[in-house]
């Protein structure tokens, strides 16, 4: 099986920043792309951010210019640097996995529990 725990959630006000970390574990042959999706009350799920194996980082609409997504060389660890926050930032953000687990069985996605983020106005 493969994990994700997440961590970095809180409460902040309006204007402030935090971080998300996340990493991933177990039956792991290669990542295919690793990010964060967000759900707020009563909305939909939403894709924040994400970084794909071989191409470049995808932000959604809403985040580009205030939120930085970044990975380590293991590339099994992400980072999301949420800087100038606001209300409508607030949601549970979670951190999301395409694992393949042998390379020859196609890929799975995997998620995380989800961390509350919370802005303050």
């Known amino acids: 099986q493969v994990q994700l725990v997440e961590s970095g959630g809180g409460l902040v006000q309006a204007g402030g920043s935090l971080r998300l970390n996340c990493t991933a574990s177990?039956?792991?042959?290669?990542?295919?792309?690793m990010g964060w999706y967000r759900q707020a009350p009563g909305k939909q799920r939403e894709m924040v951010a994400t970084?794909?194996?071989?191409?470049?980082?995808k932000y959604g609409e809403s985040v580009k210019g205030r939120f930085t997504l970044t990975r380590d060389n293991a590339g099994t660890s992400v980072y999301l640097q949420m800087n100038s926050l606001k209300p409508e930032d607030t949601a549970v953000y979670y951190c999301?996995?395409?694992?393949?687990?042998?390379?020859?069985?196609?890929?799975?996605?995997?998620w995380g529990e989800g961390t509350l983020v919370t802005v303050s106005s």
């Open positions: 999301y996995a395409d694992v393949k687990r042998h390379p020859t069985i196609p890929s799975t996605d995997y």
């Open positions: 177990g039956s792991i042959f290669s990542i295919m792309s």
């Open positions: 970084i794909p194996r071989y191409a470049y980082t």
